[in-house]
């Protein structure tokens, strides 16, 4: 069972077995096919058991009960098993027209027809639940044990018929740490120029998905700039050095828990070092959210305001309390983990390649006295014990002087929050910003 491809370890769940039981009573043929077969063989858990059918989509929905039309065009029923779980059940079919992108499909043909449209050989595997028989003309398994991807026919044809085939094998050749073959390689550095051709949207998915599923995205990334996908695509990644890639590689993969903001860090670090103008424009071409775009910026910009400060003081000492505070206030609360974790795997990274940078036990300290500033101190204008209108009534006259005083006073209790009472803000306020100031405040 140790075996890489053995079919042992090819276990579909019980909902996924009773649904090709039924077909194959219908009358129909019906395999486990894709991720699935290749994930189980390498001893990886998967999620989507794919069955590949000879039965015509409306025949699959006239023997289940239970049915969505997922993609009945594409030939695709959704099925629900005996536990209520959804499993997509897909007609063999044939690509019979390409152009790059979109397909048109044929029905009525044979598994291994199925199994040739598909990308890669590690991926064109069939398994039969009922005879436990492996079906794999394109010998997958042998390149699961060779660590190969490894495209399924002539790999300048494929790649030709789908661009999109280029990013995906490399994202399966880093996500498994396996080669790729060289022919296959040699296709995807002759489709780099053609991946315009591609929607942002499928663009977008792919740097998702390659964030989420790939230990070291690094070893992507660079596999996307030696291509050539980075220069069609992502012509500001392009110009990034290759070292940068290694802060993805220090950021924890974004699995549950807290999925979104480990996937934000991951691509906030693919632009530490650009400009918010540039990111900006980057993101919003590739379709990202509004909402990621803002928060990838955000966390940039806190980074870009406290970073090198942080380095130089804590390269001489143990930052205190006094020290820390003016770069919460900077942050602020609500952004200060997400630039501490960023800014850890930026200097993480950094040692890793020999570099010089704090150390993970100053920066845990450091990251640690920021988040109980950020409980119980006062870093921002409505933590001050006095607002707008107590001030007003100690004589500050309205106006920009009042915000004006406020962030002066803020300040001064960054710098000492013992100040942050009532009385002593009021006193220092009627002193230094009341109308009885010396008239060169006023004049000038
Ligand atoms: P993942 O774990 O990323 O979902 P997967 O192999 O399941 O990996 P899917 O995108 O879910 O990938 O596709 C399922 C199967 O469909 C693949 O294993 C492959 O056989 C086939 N396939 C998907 N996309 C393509 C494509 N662009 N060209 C050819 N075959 C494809
Ligand atoms: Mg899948």
């Known amino acids: 069972v140790d075996d890489p491809g053995s079919i042992e370890r090819v276990t579909p769940p019980p909902g996924v077995v009773r649904i090709v039981e039924r077909l194959e009573r219908a009358g129909h043929e019906a395999w486990c096919v894709g991720g699935a077969v290749r994930d189980a063989l390498l001893g990886h858990g998967h999620l989507d058991w794919d069955i590949a059918t000879s039965a015509r989509p409306e025949q699959v929905q006239r023997i289940f009960r239970r049915t969505v039309p997922v993609g009945v065009e594409f030939g695709t029923v959704g099925v629900f098993d005996g536990t209520g779980v959804l499993h997509e059940v897909t007609t063999f079919r044939r690509d019979v027209r390409t152009d790059g992108r979109h397909a048109v499909v044929e029905f009525g043909v044979s598994l291994d027809d199925d199994l040739a449209r598909r990308d ?28 190969i991807v490894r ?3 002539v790999a300048e044809r494929r790649m030709a018929e789908d661009r999109l085939r280029a990013l995906r094998g490399i994202r399966f050749a880093a996500r498994f740490g396996f080669e790729l073959h060289p022919d296959t390689w040699r296709a995807i550095v002759s489709s780099a120029p053609h991946l315009n051709r591609l929607s942002a949207e499928r663009v977008r998915q792919e740097i998702d998905k390659t964030l989420e599923q790939v230990a070291r995205p690094s070893r992507a990334f660079a596999l996307w700039k030696e291509s050539g996908a980075f220069a069609t695509l992502v012509p500001l990644l392009e110009r990034a050095p290759l070292d940068r890639f290694h802060v993805a590689d220090a950021l924890p993969q974004p699995g549950l828990p807290q999925k979104s903001a480990r996937a934000v860090l991951r691509l906030a670090s693919l632009f530490v070092g650009d400009s918010t103008a540039d990111v900006r424009s980057t993101l919003r071409a590739l379709r990202f959210s509004n909402d990621t775009q803002s928060v990838v910026c955000r966390v940039l910009d806190g980074l870009r305001a406290v970073a090198d400060d942080m380095r130089g003081v804590l390269s001489r000492e143990v930052p205190s309390a006094r020290q820390i505070r003016p770069w919460v206030a900077s942050i602020g609360r609500t952004d200060w983990v997400l630039v501490m974790r960023l800014l850890a795997a930026v200097w993480k990274a950094e040692c890793a390649s020999g570099g010089m940078a704090p150390s993970a036990h100053a920066t845990r300290e450091l990251y640690r006295g920021g988040i109980r500033i950020a409980f119980t101190d006062a870093i921002a204008v409505g933590d001050l014990a006095v607002d707008g209108d107590d001030l007003h009534v100690a004589g500050v006259p309205a106006g920009p002087e009042i915000g004006r005083a406020l962030r002066a006073l803020l300040r001064i209790v960054i710098d000492d929050p013992s100040k942050n009472t009532r009385s002593a803000l009021l006193e220092i306020a009627e002193r230094e910003f009341g109308r009885a100031r010396p008239p060169s405040r006023t004049t000038g």
């Open 120 to 147: 890669f050989t590690i991926n064109a595997m069939a398994f039969s639940p009922t005879q436990r028989r492996l079906h794999d003309p394109y010998h997958g398994r042998a390149d699961l044990r060779d660590r």
């Open 151 to 153: 495209a399924v026919g």
